[in-house]
C-alpha cells in the first residue's frame, strides 16, 4: 500500500516495492507525488517477471551441486558419494 504525506514542506511518497522493501521518494508538488504513488501501485499490481534468465539459473545452481559433490568427496572420501 502506497501513502502520499507532507513532511517538511515536501510531499512524501511512501510505498513498498517489489521485494517489499519499504521506499520513499520526494517530491516537490502535490500532483508529483500523487502521479509517482498512483504508477507504484500499478507496477505492484502487474504481474513480474523472472530478473534472471532460468538457464542461468539452472546452471548455477547445477555447478554448485557439482562443488558440493567434490567437496564432500574430498572431505568423507568415495562413502559420501550418491550417484
Known sequence: MAC?????E???V??????GRRR????????EADTLCAERQREAR???RPAVDPDVVWGKLASMAEGA????KRFWGNA???N
Do not use: G
Open 4 to 8: 502520499v504525506r507532507k513532511r517538511r
Open 10 to 12: 515536501k510531499w512524501v
Open 14 to 19: 511512501d510505498y513498498r516495492d517489489s521485494w
Open 24 to 31: 520513499w521518494v520526494t517530491c516537490r508538488t502535490k500532483r
Open 46 to 48: 502487474q504481474a513480474t
Open 69 to 72: 559433490r567434490i567437496a564432500s
Open 80 to 82: 559420501a558419494v550418491h
